[in-house]
């Protein structure tokens, strides 16, 4: 549905280029940041905040590209800032192809070329001919990632919780405490050093112990968990054969409860964490969006420190349902010993005052950022208070009744997607939740409506287009849901999610019994991206069936079920196939074995014409 609440993101370009890197963090420094009042004692100049849209547990920041509005993930785990190739063909910009850099992209090293944005806003300040690095790699939902060379500018204080990132300046600071927030309120803070970060290594990266371990780690925002290597995990005693591993849903990553989790003065129990087959030199652990989410922290590159206050509610665990109590009972600790501070430092001077939300845009930034960590009653709080501020504001509106959704409150959601559409009807993100809602009601022809006006306005690559095609499904229009599946595969070449794009038009088809050859080749090119799926081999064997050729109907629907025993379609599909070729012992068997499975498969499949 929308950008906000469909969340995934697949890492980040890793470059090594050393003079340019320099000359933009100078550029965006001269540009962003004044100068700082001469005082006698530790001062902090905070900029005005960047706003942050959390996607799940990832930030999005807004910007400009020649004008033009382009959401970009803030990494600070990035070694430069990145676009992909569509983004160049987006906004028609210039490659210097005499400037290629050598890019880490997970385990794979490319030569990727740079593109020079004429115009580039943020902050409300505009720098010309900015470098961004060109990766062929998905990004979901964002026209590229701001990387280290933005970020270490100056320090800069991450509020996820609060939808904020902010630059801050220091002077006269050394030996003085800059987690201000936590000394205006007498609360206690964590602190822990960093190494010293530098154009050629530009990350923030300390150390932390696991079951007592020493681990190393990186301050991650673009990963939106926190991750532990194998190795690591095992120097803590944990292995993926050890007692209680459960896998994680990532290919050859688990989940594991370790006794204890030290990081700074904080000491986290208990704690439920990730671990997987990934490599980053030096690294042991990458600290992402769910610790980003459950802390306030301040990069204090001017000292080679961070500071950091626990916010409540789980740290790594988002998955687990928010209570009233949960932030009491949760197993961090937080706190800094009264002899880490610098007590004959006075106090700092801070610009302005401390950051709460005062607009409707600052609560429906707090309420995702709360959503993300599956707080959903502090969510609607917020977006209560952000409807009322602004009631002319679609946005909030949807926010709230996605919520009231996932919450289980139908009638609410539908007020509110209701209201979204009647202040906007180009609203397509509540037209697609109202069609949803209308299509479970009965109400066909008022989902297909919705469904109509959301393709009408929506953008051809609009990443709607998928979830138009689902309740398209849902309402037996399969011709309806290949088109929205086809206008989004023409324009993501890239994307990460073209594999089960692919593998949704091909089944459609295979469903449906039509353009055979472009299912065919769509299950295919899938296949080959992801050679291991059942549900691929199952939607295969489906277009084979229908083109007649029964034994490779039966091979693939033997090697889906080699994987997926208990797959009542492959199953169901294999036992037709059998029939087709007068194998009818066998056919009976695989039809009688699907049907335990799923008593109203053979009802399901008559109604797409495939019965014995």
Same mark, same amino acid.
């Given at each position: 549905?929308?950008?906000?609440?469909?969340?995934?993101?697949?890492?980040?370009?890793?470059?090594?280029?050393?003079?340019?890197?320099?000359?933009?963090?100078?550029?965006?420094?001269?540009?962003?940041?004044?100068?700082?009042?001469?005082?006698?004692?530790?001062?902090?100049?905070?900029?005005?905040p960047i706003p942050v849209t959390m996607a799940g547990a990832v930030p999005l920041v807004d910007a400009?590209?020649?004008?033009?509005?382009?959401?970009?993930?803030?990494?600070?785990?990035?070694?430069?800032?990145?676009?992909?190739?569509?983004?160049?063909?987006?906004?028609?910009?210039?490659?210097?192809?005499?400037?290629?850099?050598?890019?880490?992209?997970?385990?794979?090293?490319?030569?990727?070329?740079?593109?020079?944005?004429?115009?580039?806003?943020?902050?409300?300040?505009?720098?010309?001919?900015?470098?961004?690095?060109?990766?062929?790699?998905?990004?979901?939902? %964002?026209?590229?990632?701001?990387?280290?060379?933005?970020?270490?500018?100056?320090?800069?204080?991450?509020?996820?919780?609060?939808?904020?990132?902010?630059?801050?300046?220091?002077?006269?600071?050394?030996?003085?405490?800059?987690?201000?927030?936590?000394?205006?309120?007498?609360?206690?803070?964590?602190?822990?050093?960093?190494?010293?970060?530098?154009?050629?290594?530009?990350?923030?990266?300390?150390?932390?112990?696991?079951?007592?371990?020493?681990?190393?780690?990186?301050?991650?925002?673009?990963?939106?968990?926190?991750?532990?290597?194998?190795?690591?995990?095992? +120097?803590?005693?944990?292995?993926?054969?050890?007692?209680?591993?459960?896998?994680?849903? &990532?290919?050859?990553?688990?989940?594991?409860?370790?006794?204890?989790?030290?990081?700074?003065?904080?000491?986290?129990?208990?704690?439920?964490?990730?671990?997987?087959?990934?490599?980053r030199p030096g690294t042991d652990m990458l600290i992402g969006g769910d610790f980003f989410l459950s802390? +306030?922290?301040?990069?204090?590159?001017?000292?080679?420190?961070?500071?950091?206050?626990?916010?409540?509610?789980?740290?790594?665990?988002?998955?687990?349902?928010?209570?009233?109590?949960?932030?009491?009972?949760?197993?961090?600790?937080?706190?800094?010993?009264?002899?880490?501070?610098?007590?004959?430092?006075?106090?700092?001077?801070?610009?302005?005052?401390?950051?709460?939300?005062?607009?409707?845009?600052?609560?429906?930034?707090?309420?995702?950022?709360?959503?993300?960590?599956?707080?959903?009653? &502090?969510?609607?709080?917020?977006?209560?208070?952000?409807?009322?501020?602004?009631?002319?504001?679609?946005?909030?509106?949807?926010?709230?009744?996605?919520?009231?959704?996932?919450?289980?409150?139908?009638?609410?959601?539908?007020?509110?997607?209701?209201?979204?559409?009647?202040?906007?009807?180009?609203?397509?993100?509540?037209?697609?939740?109202?069609?949803?809602?209308?299509?479970?009601?009965?109400?066909?022809?008022?989902?297909?409506?919705?469904?109509?006006?959301?393709?009408?306005?929506?953008?051809?690559?609009?990443?709607?287009?998928?979830?138009?095609?689902?309740?398209?499904? &849902?309402?037996?229009?399969?011709?309806?849901?290949?088109?929205?599946?086809?206008?989004?595969?023409?324009?993501?070449?890239?994307? %990460?999610?073209?594999?089960?794009?692919?593998?949704?038009?091909?089944?459609?088809?295979?469903?449906?019994?039509?353009?055979?050859?472009?299912?065919?080749?769509?299950?295919?090119?899938?296949?080959?991206?992801?050679?291991?799926?059942?549900?691929?081999?199952?939607?295969?064997?489906?277009?084979?069936?229908?083109?007649?050729?029964?034994?490779?109907?039966?091979?693939?629907?033997?090697?889906?079920?080699?994987?997926?025993?208990?797959?009542?379609?492959?199953?169901?599909?294999?036992?037709?196939?059998?029939? +087709?070729?007068?194998?009818?012992?066998?056919?009976?068997?695989?039809?009688?074995?699907?049907?335990?499975?799923?008593?109203?498969?053979?009802?399901?499949?008559? +109604?797409?014409?495939?019965?014995?």
């Open positions: 549905m929308s950008e906000v609440f469909r969340p995934d993101y697949a890492g980040c370009g890793r470059a090594r280029r050393g003079a340019r890197r320099r000359r933009v963090a100078l550029l965006l420094a001269a540009a962003l940041l004044g100068s700082v009042a001469a005082h006698g004692k530790c001062t902090i100049q905070r900029l005005p400009e590209i020649n004008g033009s509005r382009a959401l970009f993930v803030a990494d600070s785990g990035a070694f430069f800032s990145v676009i992909t190739p569509a983004t160049v063909h987006q906004f028609n910009l210039s490659v210097d192809a005499s400037q290629d850099t050598t890019v880490t992209v997970g385990s794979k090293v490319q030569i990727s070329h740079v593109a020079w944005v004429k115009s580039f806003t943020i902050m409300g300040q505009t720098l010309s001919k900015v470098p961004f690095i060109v990766v062929d790699m998905p990004i979901v939902h %964002a026209a590229g990632i701001l990387g280290q060379n933005f970020f270490r500018i100056d320090d800069v204080e991450y509020d996820l919780a609060n939808g904020i990132i902010r630059l801050v300046r220091t002077k006269d600071c050394r030996g003085s405490s800059l987690a201000y927030w936590a000394d205006a309120a007498g609360k206690p803070y964590s602190e822990m050093d960093i190494e010293l970060a530098t154009a050629e290594a530009p990350y923030t990266r300390g150390v932390a112990y696991l079951n007592g371990a020493k681990i190393s780690v990186v301050f991650d925002t673009g990963s939106n968990r926190s991750l532990l290597t194998l190795a690591a995990a095992k +120097r803590a005693g944990i292995t993926p054969q050890s007692e209680g591993v459960r896998p994680a849903n &990532s290919p050859r990553t688990w989940i594991a409860r370790f006794a204890s989790f030290s990081i700074g003065d904080e000491t986290i129990e208990h704690a439920q964490l990730r671990f997987g087959d990934f490599d802390h +306030r922290i301040y990069v204090a590159s001017s000292q080679h420190k961070v500071y950091f206050t626990y916010n409540g509610g789980p740290v790594f665990d988002l998955d687990a349902p928010r209570t009233p109590d949960s932030g009491a009972a949760a197993s961090a600790s937080s706190g800094a010993p009264a002899d880490t501070r610098a007590e004959t430092a006075p106090p700092p001077v801070v610009d302005g005052r401390l950051d709460r939300p005062t607009d409707a845009a600052g609560f429906s930034r707090r309420a995702l950022a709360s959503a993300a960590r599956h707080d959903i009653a &502090s969510a609607i709080s917020d977006l209560d208070h952000a409807c009322e501020l602004a009631p002319s504001v679609a946005a909030y509106h949807y926010q709230r009744g996605f919520l009231h959704w996932q919450n289980k409150q139908p009638d609410l959601a539908l007020a509110d997607f209701d209201r979204a559409i009647e202040v906007n009807p180009d609203e397509v993100d509540s037209r697609i939740m109202r069609a949803s809602i209308r299509l479970r009601r009965h109400d066909n022809a008022g989902a297909t409506e919705d469904l109509v006006a959301a393709d009408r306005v929506a953008p051809r690559n609009s990443d709607a287009r998928p979830s138009i095609a689902d309740v398209y499904y &849902s309402l037996g229009n399969l011709p309806a849901a290949r088109e929205q599946l086809s206008m989004w595969i023409d324009t993501h070449p890239s994307d %990460a999610r073209m594999p089960e794009m692919l593998h949704a038009r091909c089944w459609y088809a295979g469903l449906n019994g039509e353009a055979l050859e472009q299912a065919l080749a769509d299950c295919n090119l899938a296949l080959k991206l992801r050679p291991k799926s059942a549900q691929y081999l199952d939607s295969r064997g489906l277009v084979h069936l229908r083109r007649g050729d029964f034994d490779q109907a039966i091979a693939d629907y033997d090697a889906a079920l080699s994987i997926q025993p208990r797959l009542a379609w492959s199953l169901y599909g294999r036992g037709l196939a059998k029939l +087709r070729k007068g194998q009818r012992a066998a056919g009976q068997a695989d039809l009688q074995a699907a049907t335990a499975l799923a008593p109203r498969i053979a009802a399901q499949a008559a +109604r797409h014409g495939l019965s014995p």
